[in-house]
């Protein structure tokens, strides 16, 4: 089936299978890795998204659900090089270890803090409750999020 | 001087992970690459009948399928490395071949153009299974009459182990002693690393090459042993750990999904891959904990404790993995805690059941034996009607015992337990709590004040007690343009070497942190190494690249005073120079760099080039430790707990880059307070797992956590010349009795004086509401 999507900005149209998985055509037809795959069943986050503005766990969702999507990846968040302020924040605070939930995490906060701009530590836990961290114990990723909004303003 | 050695810097490794531009296994693609998956067994206990694999090869897109029979005597077997006396080890075939020992364990392989395709042959994949008898409780497991997990050994005993020390006779005589017994249950837990384990074998025929990506936290480790399973030679055999998210010790492994991926590559001529799914990672890869432990606590009536005994069964599943029976002897190593208990009595049994593995799980073995013995100060403490600090203070060595030597066999390098626990008694508010709580309790409101003053055995280990070597590899180089690069045996995973190691020899060197790059991971690059595990990586492989960095020092100062005419020992590294300590006479880095490396006027006896290594020996373990002190509320309407504050002192020894040792510290005490209060990885009574998904197993989530408020205390350890002991599972191996402490201590007015984990809220309810049976 063919399907248009607009990628990090970029319009591109693919054929693909109807059982492709959004994740693996991220990962596999358009060459992004860096949308991780973590457990395959919409528990872990490592695979979040944004699908028009919103995030999504792309592991449970079809390639065809995006048709006519813009979709942005952790590959597309830095603009002219320069790092988003979660990025950025993530660096600062320690927000990341071994990195494999970051993408996810990172486009998790981003949908908190464009519905939350001022979240309170405990709004950022429940807000963040989607996606798993087996590194960090979540503290220096609440933080992260803390210095993020404090830039955006 | 001002040193980077201490200072809080930035990862040097986030820029392209925080872009999604680094590569973990599962991203790479390599020309004419195929896709492998795995068929498992849904028995705990059978022999296999029949493996029909015709349907699955006749599937479109299907290159090959691959049963046990298929290689038997061609893959070497599953590696176990740990050597104990009497130690029985089953034959461990990386594809099953006449019986299946667990659910999970690969009985075919299927390789396919695709990775979908490949799935789906493997369900047409027919075996036929004839069912044996489960064994699932380790302790049934015992019984002279039980079924065997392994038909050609005798029982399922895998192992006895004992460690005697004291002067049991005398203690035992001695009836002024309190014996106090309890037995406890150190629950299965599974690692759930975010990245599940994956694997590219990559077989070039032509150069008899073998090239191994492969999620490892031990490339080198499992170079020997590929090139032993698949028969390639050694040198031309090369592992890369590439970017590996998260291990907690379950890629501290070989297996035999490795060994397969080798065989079919050398097979096919074709690089092969295959990715771990998160059933698969809950079903097949190494689980940890799992301990029965019944305990004996001899105390005086002022709550000195004068010996301990413990029983332990050790669940270890039903194969070996790499250091599967070594893991609960460390339960014994270190029993007696942060306590001078001078007679020790431990009973190790490990058994063989029809589960997968056990084996080293972020602590491995420490947490059991911390678990045990701060459980054990509390029923003291509860015994005697003391407070569980005043406890621990008693039965703490002065600072000035250091270095102590138990009867456990192991000597304790330094510590001050007394500071860690004063300041975590000030730092928690704890007297306040105390008042607080007997406030709460006459309104029906119970919180319960934890306390653990733990001590661990890490930076693993002095080569004569390891399994396979203890020491490790770090080498510096100085390049033409002055930028310097470091290579580490160590292959961290998450923790942040590359930019501790940076601050090492920039701090060393004196040039720019930015100047300085850290490789590891790649047994082409790095010649030799061990790996990372154990909290070793900064203590024994930072030490080899401190020393290194000495080596080099003393090299270029002997450069440097040749063509300044000057002594060697007058010189200091600062600021890109090297110069007189009055600053009268220098040369750049760049410069030294150029007069060693082009070599046009060297002093007699140097050699060209800037390149100098160290393989560093510990002299012996190092032991961190700490004092941790959780509050919690348990709800007596429905028995929920909710830890309400978590306060956090520990001692690391010096500290090289506060914000990685607090990161080391908040995710060691999420997984330490997950097992407490949440985790608990299931089999049913016929050996099905239970919880084989993360709908199932309960990995903590960011809502469940309060603000960990930490602070650190710094006893430097005498083991290596930089201080460090190391942190990467201090967290862990602190915070699990801290939490189940407050829980019991809440739970008091009801007569509660144990519960086992996990503390969930139906089995708190029960106690609160039928108290505990006399």
Same mark, same amino acid.
């Given at each position: 089936?063919?399907?248009?999507?607009?990628?990090?900005?970029?319009?591109?149209?693919?054929?693909?299978?109807?059982?492709?998985?959004?994740?693996?055509?991220?990962?596999?037809?358009?060459?992004?890795?860096?949308?991780?795959?973590?457990?395959?069943?919409?528990?872990?986050?490592?695979?979040?998204?944004?699908?028009?503005?919103?995030?999504?766990?792309?592991?449970?969702?079809?390639?065809?659900?995006?048709?006519?999507?813009?979709?942005?990846?952790?590959?597309?968040?830095?603009?002219?090089?320069?790092?988003?302020?979660?990025?950025?924040?993530?660096?600062?605070?320690?927000?990341?270890?071994?990195?494999?939930?970051?993408?996810?995490?990172?486009?998790?906060?981003?949908?908190?803090?464009?519905?939350?701009?001022?979240?309170?530590?405990?709004?950022?836990?429940?807000?963040?409750?989607?996606?798993?961290?087996?590194?960090?114990?979540?503290?220096?990723?609440?933080?992260?999020?803390?210095?993020?909004?404090?830039?955006?303003? | 001087?001002?040193?980077?050695?201490?200072?809080? &810097?930035?990862?040097?490794?986030?820029?392209?992970?925080?872009?999604?531009?680094?590569?973990?296994?599962?991203?790479?693609?390599?020309?004419?690459?195929?896709?492998?998956?795995?068929?498992?067994?849904?028995?705990?206990?059978?022999?296999?009948?029949?493996?029909?694999?015709?349907?699955?090869?006749?599937?479109?897109?299907?290159?090959?399928?691959?049963?046990?029979?298929?290689?038997?005597?061609?893959?070497?077997?599953?590696?176990?490395?740990?050597?104990?006396?009497?130690?029985?080890?089953?034959?461990?075939?990386?594809?099953?071949?006449?019986?299946?020992?667990?659910?999970?364990?690969?009985?075919?392989?299927?390789?396919?153009?695709?990775?979908?395709?490949?799935?789906?042959?493997?369900?047409? &994949?027919?075996?036929?299974?004839?069912?044996?008898?489960?064994?699932?409780?380790?302790?049934?497991?015992?019984?002279?009459?039980?079924?065997?997990?392994?038909?050609?050994?005798?029982?399922?005993?895998?192992?006895?182990?004992?460690?005697?020390?004291?002067?049991?006779?005398?203690?035992?005589?001695?009836?002024?002693?309190?014996?106090?017994?309890?037995?406890?249950?150190?629950?299965?837990?599974?690692?759930?690393?975010?990245?599940?384990?994956?694997?590219?074998?990559?077989?070039?025929?032509?150069?008899?090459?073998?090239?191994?990506?492969?999620?490892?936290?031990?490339? !080198?480790?499992?170079?020997? =042993?590929?090139?032993?399973?698949?028969?390639?030679?050694?040198?031309?055999?090369?592992?890369?750990?590439?970017?590996?998210?998260?291990?907690?010790?379950?890629?501290?492994?070989?297996?035999?999904?490795?060994?397969?991926?080798?065989?079919?590559?050398? =097979?096919?001529?074709?690089?092969?891959?295959?990715?771990?799914?998160?059933?698969?990672?809950?079903?097949?890869?190494? !689980?940890?904990?799992?301990?029965?432990?019944?305990?004996?606590?001899?105390?005086?009536?002022?709550?000195?404790?004068?010996?301990?005994?413990?029983?332990?069964?050790? #669940?270890?599943?039903?194969? !070996?993995?790499?250091?599967?029976?070594?893991?609960?002897?460390?339960?014994?190593?270190?029993?007696?805690?942060?306590?001078?208990?001078?007679?020790?009595?431990?009973?190790?049994?490990?058994?063989?059941?029809?589960?997968?593995?056990?084996?080293?799980?972020?602590?491995?073995?420490?947490?059991?034996?911390?678990?045990? &013995?701060?459980?054990?100060?509390?029923?003291?403490?509860?015994?005697?009607?003391?407070?569980?600090?005043?406890?621990?203070?008693?039965?703490?060595?002065?600072?000035?015992?250091?270095?102590?030597?138990?009867?456990?066999?192991?000597?304790?390098?330094?510590?001050?337990?007394?500071?860690?626990?004063?300041?975590?008694?000030?730092?928690?508010?704890?007297?306040?709590?105390?008042?607080?709580?007997?406030?709460?309790?006459?309104?029906?409101?119970?919180?319960?004040?934890?306390?653990?003053?733990?001590?661990?055995?890490?930076?693993?280990?002095?080569?004569?007690?390891?399994?396979?070597?203890?020491?490790?590899?770090?080498?510096?180089?100085?390049?033409?343009?002055?930028?310097?690069?470091?290579?580490?045996?160590?292959?961290?995973?998450?923790?942040?070497?590359?930019?501790?190691?940076?601050?090492?020899?920039?701090?060393?060197?004196?040039?720019?942190? #930015?100047?300085?790059?850290?490789?590891?991971?790649?047994?082409?690059?790095?010649?030799?190494?061990?790996?990372?595990?154990?909290?070793?990586?900064?203590?024994?492989?930072?030490?080899?690249?401190?020393?290194?960095?000495?080596?080099?020092?003393?090299?270029?100062?002997?450069?440097?005073?040749?063509?300044?005419?000057?002594?060697?020992?007058?010189?200091?590294?600062?600021?890109?120079?090297?110069?007189?300590?009055?600053?009268?006479?220098?040369?750049?880095?760049?410069?030294?760099?150029?007069?060693?490396?082009?070599?046009?006027?060297?002093?007699?006896? &140097?050699?060209?080039?800037?390149?100098?290594?160290?393989?560093?020996?510990?002299?012996?373990?190092?032991?961190?430790?700490?004092?941790?002190?959780?509050?919690?509320?348990?709800?007596?309407?429905?028995?929920?707990?909710?830890?309400?504050?978590?306060?956090?002192?520990?001692?690391?020894?010096?500290?090289?880059?506060?914000?990685?040792?607090?990161?080391?510290?908040?995710?060691?005490?999420?997984?330490?307070?997950?097992?407490?209060?949440?985790?608990?990885?299931?089999?049913?009574?016929?050996?099905?797992?239970?919880?084989?998904?993360?709908?199932?197993?309960?990995?903590?989530?960011?809502?469940?956590?309060?603000?960990?408020?930490?602070?650190?205390?710094?006893?430097?350890?005498?083991?290596?010349?930089?201080?460090?002991?190391?942190?990467?599972?201090?967290?862990?191996?602190?915070?699990?009795?801290?939490?189940?402490?407050?829980?019991?201590?809440?739970?008091?007015?009801?007569?509660?004086?144990?519960?086992?984990?996990?503390?969930?809220?139906?089995?708190?309810?029960?106690?609160?509401?039928?108290?505990?049976?006399?």
């Amino acid at each position: 089936m063919k399907i248009r999507v607009k990628l990090n900005g970029q319009a591109r149209e693919d054929d693909v299978e109807p059982r492709l998985l959004l994740v693996q055509y991220l990962r596999e037809v358009a060459g992004l890795t860096g949308t991780h795959i973590g457990c395959e069943t919409s528990i872990c986050g490592a695979c979040t998204v944004l699908l028009n503005g919103e995030a999504v766990k792309s592991c449970t969702l079809f390639a065809v659900q995006a048709d006519g999507a813009e979709i942005l990846t952790i590959e597309g968040l830095a603009q002219d090089g320069e790092l988003h302020p979660l990025q950025q924040g993530f660096w600062e605070e320690h927000g990341l270890q071994c990195g494999f939930c970051t993408p996810g995490m990172i486009l998790a906060a981003h949908q908190l803090l464009r519905r939350n701009p001022h979240p309170s530590r405990e709004e950022i836990r429940k807000g963040l409750e989607g996606n798993l961290c087996r590194c960090t114990g979540y503290q220096h990723i609440v933080k992260a999020v803390e210095w993020a909004a404090q830039k955006i303003g | 001087m001002p040193t980077l050695l201490g200072e809080r &810097i930035k990862r040097k490794e986030d820029p392209r992970l925080i872009q999604g531009r680094g590569h973990y296994v599962d991203d790479f693609k390599l020309d004419g690459m195929v896709h492998m998956a795995f068929a498992r067994s849904v028995h705990a206990h059978a022999r296999v009948k029949r493996v029909n694999t015709e349907a699955a090869r006749a599937l479109p897109g299907v290159i090959a399928v691959y049963t046990g029979a298929d290689l038997k005597g061609k893959v070497g077997l599953v590696p176990c490395a740990a050597g104990m006396e009497g130690l029985k080890v089953p034959e461990h075939p990386c594809l099953a071949i006449d019986t299946v020992n667990y659910v999970g364990e690969p009985v075919a392989a299927v390789v396919a153009h695709d990775r979908s395709v490949a799935r789906d042959a493997v369900d047409l &994949i027919e075996i036929d299974y004839d069912p044996l008898p489960a064994v699932v409780d380790p302790e049934k497991a015992l019984a002279p009459d039980a079924p065997r997990v392994h038909e050609k050994l005798a029982d399922n005993v895998a192992f006895v182990a004992k460690l005697e020390g004291g002067d049991w006779k005398a203690v035992e005589a001695d009836s002024s002693l309190k014996v106090i017994k309890q037995r406890m249950i150190n629950q299965r837990l599974a690692p759930v690393s975010m990245e599940t384990r994956g694997v590219i074998a990559s077989y070039s025929p032509g150069e008899d090459t073998l090239t191994v990506w492969s999620s490892t936290q031990i490339p !080198h480790i499992l170079k020997t =042993q590929l090139a032993l399973m698949s028969g390639v030679d050694e040198a031309r055999t090369r592992v890369i750990a590439p970017e590996v998210g998260g291990g907690f010790g379950s890629k501290l492994n070989v297996y035999g999904e490795e060994g397969v991926a080798c065989y079919v590559s050398k =097979q096919l001529g074709k690089p092969v891959k295959w990715i771990e799914g998160r059933r698969e990672n809950l079903l097949g890869t190494i !689980h940890g904990r799992d301990q029965i432990n019944d305990l004996e606590v001899y105390a005086t009536p002022e709550g000195k404790v004068v010996g301990l005994k413990c029983w332990i069964i050790a #669940d270890l599943g039903a194969y !070996h993995q790499l250091l599967t029976p070594a893991i609960p002897t460390l339960t014994a190593l270190m029993i007696v805690g942060s306590y001078n208990i001078r007679n020790v009595f431990v009973e190790t049994k490990g058994v063989f059941t029809n589960k997968m593995a056990t084996d080293a799980y972020r602590g491995a073995g420490r947490p059991e034996a911390t678990y045990i &013995i701060e459980r054990a100060m509390d029923l003291v403490a509860h015994e005697l009607k003391l407070d569980p600090a005043a406890v621990r203070e008693v039965n703490f060595p002065s600072p000035k015992e250091f270095p102590l030597s138990l009867p456990t066999g192991v000597t304790y390098d330094s510590a001050n337990y007394q500071k860690t626990l004063k300041k975590a008694l000030k730092l928690s508010g704890y007297a306040k709590l105390r008042k607080e709580q007997e406030r709460l309790r006459k309104k029906g409101k119970y919180i319960g004040i934890g306390l653990s003053t733990y001590v661990e055995i890490c930076a693993m280990g002095p080569s004569s007690r390891m399994p396979a070597g203890g020491w490790e590899f770090g080498a510096v180089h100085v390049d033409p343009t002055g930028k310097v690069t470091v290579l580490s045996g160590t292959s961290p995973h998450g923790q942040g070497e590359e930019t501790s190691f940076a601050q090492i020899v920039a701090d060393g060197l004196g040039v720019p942190f #930015d100047d300085v790059t850290v490789f590891h991971g790649d047994t082409f690059q790095v010649p030799i190494g061990i790996g990372t595990f154990g909290s070793r990586t900064t203590a024994v492989g930072g030490t080899a690249i401190y020393e290194a960095v000495l080596r080099l020092k003393k090299k270029m100062s002997r450069i440097a005073a040749h063509k300044l005419g000057i002594k060697p020992g007058e010189l200091e590294f600062k600021d890109g120079k090297i110069q007189t300590a009055d600053g009268q006479k220098s040369l750049s880095f760049v410069e030294v760099a150029g007069e060693a490396i082009f070599a046009k006027q060297l002093p007699p006896g &140097i050699e060209p080039g800037l390149s100098e290594q160290c393989v560093f020996e510990p002299s012996n373990y190092t032991f961190p430790f700490g004092a941790h002190v959780a509050v919690v509320e348990v709800d007596a309407e429905t028995g929920e707990v909710r830890l309400r504050n978590y306060y956090a002192v520990d001692d690391c020894g010096r500290i090289l880059n506060p914000m990685l040792v607090d990161g080391q510290i908040h995710g060691g005490l999420a997984q330490g307070i997950g097992q407490a209060m949440w985790e608990e990885h299931v089999y049913d009574e016929n050996g099905q797992l239970v919880t084989g998904t993360l709908m199932d197993y309960a990995v903590p989530k960011s809502f469940q956590f309060p603000w960990f408020d930490t602070e650190a205390t710094e006893t430097r350890s005498p083991v290596n010349p930089l201080g460090v002991k190391g942190v990467g599972e201090a967290g862990t191996i602190g915070s699990t009795p801290a939490v189940v402490n407050a829980v019991v201590d809440a739970l008091a007015p009801f007569g509660v004086k144990h519960v086992d984990m996990p503390l969930k809220p139906e089995k708190i309810w029960r106690l609160m509401k039928d108290g505990v049976k006399a």
